[in-house]
């Protein structure tokens, strides 16, 4: 992994002003999540990256912001002038770079998070901005005004995680999704927590969160699994009754990048199936008989993958 | 629920309750401590309930008191928890 990024471990904490007046000895760690896919026009991302530049401006309240590059999306760029333009003058003002080499999505999230991890302290709060959604278009400037009150939540109410949901119409891909895969599966594999979960959000797998430096270090130190990371944190977040928020963000869609496919879709459900599969075995391998509930609970769960798999195939593209 | 006005720090929230069919509505949050006895709200023509109230900027939490009965805001920009642990709703100033 090659890193541009720099500790500040041991730097004097910086107040920061709470509603009621009283100082919080928090800062805000943004880190953002660069694209995989290069867009044909930069517009998204240079509106995101005018926030960016605020944020990174504001030292009393923000520490210098970290963008997660994937290696693979830098190599199949190396030659794209737009690519090293835009990294070059934009990505590098705004911010720190951190080029690691992930498997996917939630790697980026790790490592972005475990960096900005290393350089906080009590107090702080780590925030992850999605870079592949539509921020140019208007309803992405509302958007881009509102988020900064994830981390804002965590600090002024003392929440740990704080979810920021958007809207999406009823045939949406990701609400079809997280309908008929993400909570039918949550419901089957966990459904007194899938309940807990779901009086705070109809988006478990959001992209948009801030969570607190304690509670990020309980996840963090964790096993880390593999996919669907919010599902996870939202978990472990009821398992150890940790303070949970949500707020809605707007209207926002993310680009395109084959997310909207049928075999996307599938792929998701499936990974979603998979890691509940993996937490529920972590936690209930050492109860004696563990295998027999485990072996009915699977049976179901393949019928909610394939009623799933029913339903999308109806409804999305090929 | 919708902002409006703007002076200092302040800014007047109207707080909307539609319990057509309750008797009394309060206003509770962490503005008033929580007291019911602070913010009752006022029925409408339309018999919904409606409070102005001037909020610091910030995020606040609230819920609505119906006729004793602690209700989230379903209108709520957030949800959030209180320090009794109970879901409460969001409303950010700004």
């Known amino acids: ?318 | 629920m919708t902002l409006y006005g703007y002076q200092k720090s302040m800014r007047a929230v109207n707080f909307i309750c539609h319990a057509t069919q309750a008797k009394t509505v309060s206003l509770v949050g962490d503005f008033n401590g929580w007291n019911p006895a602070v913010n009752r709200m006022k029925q409408m023509p339309d018999r919904s309930w409606l409070i102005t109230v001037e909020l610091k900027h910030g995020h606040h939490r609230y819920a609505f008191l119906v006729d004793g009965v602690f209700t989230l805001d379903p209108q709520a920009q957030g949800i959030a928890r209180n320090d009794k642990g109970e879901r409460v709703s969001l409303v950010p100033v700004s």
């Not at chain 1, 998204?44 to 530049?53: G, I, K, P």
């Not at chain 1, 504001?58 to 520490?63: A, G, Q």
């Not at chain 1, 992850?128 to 988020?147: C, K, S, T």
């Not at chain 1, 949406?172 to 807990?196: M, R, V």
Request: aromatic share 10%.
């Open chain 1, 1 to 318: 992994m090659k890193r541009t990024v720099k500790s500040n471990r041991g730097k004097p904490s910086k107040p920061v002003r709470t509603k009621g007046g009283s100082a919080s000895t928090g800062t805000i760690h943004p880190v953002i999540i660069y694209p995989f896919k290069q867009p044909a026009d930069y517009g998204d991302l240079e509106a995101l990256y005018s926030l960016v530049e605020r944020l990174g401006a504001d030292r009393e309240k923000y520490e210098r912001p970290i963008t997660v590059v994937d290696r693979k999306t830098y190599y199949s760029q190396k030659k794209a002038a737009p690519f090293l333009a835009f990294r070059n003058r934009t990505l590098a003002r705004c911010g720190d770079i951190l080029d690691a080499w992930c498997v996917d999505t939630c790697q980026m999230w790790y490592a972005g998070l475990g960096a900005a991890f290393e350089r906080g302290k009590p107090g702080d709060v780590y925030w992850l901005i999605p870079g592949d959604f539509n921020y140019g278009a208007a309803a992405g400037r509302e958007v881009l005004g509102r988020l900064h009150d994830l981390p804002e939540i965590i600090l002024e109410l003392d929440q740990h995680l704080c979810i920021g949901e958007i809207a999406t119409d009823h045939n949406n891909s990701k609400q079809l999704i997280d309908t008929h895969g993400t909570f039918a599966l949550l419901y089957n594999w966990f459904p007194a927590e899938a309940q807990a979960i779901r009086q705070y959000t109809e988006r478990p797998r959001s992209e948009f969160f801030a969570v607190r430096h304690d509670f990020l270090a309980e996840v963090l130190t964790q096993r880390w699994y593999p996919y669907e990371q919010t599902v996870v944190m939202l978990l472990h977040a009821i398992f150890k009754q940790r303070r949970i928020s949500r707020f809605f963000v707007g209207n926002i869609s993310d680009l395109p990048e084959g997310r909207e496919s049928l075999a996307s879709a599938l792929q998701q459900v499936e990974r979603t199936e998979r890691v509940l599969k993996t937490l529920w075995r972590d936690r209930h391998r050492a109860q004696s008989g563990w295998i027999q509930r485990y072996r009915e609970l699977e049976a179901h769960s393949e019928q909610i993958r394939r009623t799933a798999l029913t339903i999308l195939q109806n409804l999305l593209p090929g």
